[in-house]
Antibody
Framework: EVQLSESGGGLEQPGESLRLSCAASGFGFSSYAMSWVRQAPGKGLEWVSAISGGGYGTYYADSVKGRFTISRDNSKDTLYLQMNSLRAEDTALYYC??????????????WGQGTLVTVSP | EIVLTQSPGTLSLSPGERATLSCRASQSLTSSYLAWYQQRPGQPPRLVIYGASNRATGIPDRFSGTGSGTDFTLTISRLEPEDFAVYYCQEYGSSRTFGQGTKLDVK
C-alpha cells in the first residue's frame, strides 16, 4: 500500500524559511515522479512543484519559482520542499503527491494527508 | 497556460439522482490528459478518472468520464451518500493546472 507522510509544517513569519519532508513507502520511490500540491484554507487545489523520478527534472508554478526548491533523496525514499522568502499567500495545506509515472505526462494517483503551513507576523 | 473552467460551481442533488459535472479547457488538450479528483471534507483528494475516461483503481462503475478536445464531463449515474464531495478536474499533459472545483451537495 502506498503511504505518503508529510512533516515540517508550522507557523512562520513572512520572509522566513521552512522545509517540508515527505516519507514514502509501499512503492518503488525512484521510479515515480513526485509533486507538491497545496490548498489554501477553503480554497481549491494549486500545483506547486514537481520532480522526475531520477531527480533531474524539476518544475515550479510561477507563484513559487525562485523561492521554493523541490528535491528528493531516493536512498531515503523522501521528498523535500525548501520554502524560502515565505509570504502570507503561501499559507496552505501542502500535500505530497505521487505521480503515475517517472516522467511527464502523469496524473496524481496517491496523496498524503498534508502538512499545514501558516505564514503570519 | 491552459485554464480549466468547471461548471456548475455547486450542484445540489438527491441520493439516487444522476450528476453531470463539466470541465472546459481554454485550449484543446493533448491526448485527453484530463483527470478528475474527488475530495471529501477533511480528506485529501482521491483520483477518480484519468485519461478522460479511465476509472482509477477502486472507483465504482457508477462514475464515468467522457470528452475530448476542450470539453470533458464526469457523470455519476446514481448518487450514493459518499459521493457528495468537491470534484476537481486537472490537465496533466502540460501545465498540471486544476479547475476551481464543483461542489456536489445534498439537496
Amino acid at each position: 500500500e502506498v503511504q505518503l507522510s508529510e512533516s515540517g509544517g508550522g507557523l512562520e513569519q513572512p520572509g522566513e524559511s521552512l522545509r517540508l519532508s515527505c516519507a514514502a513507502s509501499g512503492f518503488g520511490f525512484s521510479s515515480y515522479a513526485m509533486s507538491w500540491v497545496r490548498q489554501a484554507p477553503g480554497k481549491g487545489l494549486e500545483w506547486v512543484s514537481a520532480i522526475s523520478g531520477g531527480g533531474y527534472g524539476t518544475y515550479y508554478a510561477d507563484s513559487v519559482k525562485g523561492r521554493f526548491t523541490i528535491s528528493r533523496d531516493n536512498s531515503k525514499d523522501t521528498l523535500y520542499l525548501q520554502m524560502n522568502s515565505l509570504r502570507a499567500e503561501d499559507t496552505a495545506l501542502y500535500y505530497c503527491v505521487k505521480g503515475s509515472g517517472s516522467a511527464r505526462p502523469y496524473f496524481f494517483d496517491s496523496w498524503g494527508q498534508g502538512t499545514l503551513v501558516t505564514v503570519s507576523p | 497556460e491552459i485554464v480549466l473552467t468547471q461548471s456548475p460551481g455547486t450542484l445540489s442533488l438527491s441520493p439516487g439522482e444522476r450528476a453531470t459535472l463539466s470541465c472546459r479547457a481554454s485550449q484543446s488538450l493533448t491526448s485527453s490528459y484530463l483527470a478528475w479528483y474527488q475530495q471529501r471534507p477533511g480528506q485529501p483528494p482521491r483520483l477518480v478518472i484519468y485519461g478522460a475516461s479511465n476509472r482509477a483503481t477502486g472507483i465504482p462503475d457508477r462514475f464515468s468520464g467522457t470528452g475530448s478536445g476542450t470539453d470533458f464531463t464526469l457523470t455519476i449515474s446514481r448518487l450514493e451518500p459518499e459521493d457528495f464531495a468537491v470534484y476537481y478536474c486537472q490537465e496533466y499533459g502540460s501545465s498540471r493546472t486544476f479547475g476551481q472545483g464543483t461542489k456536489l451537495d445534498v439537496k
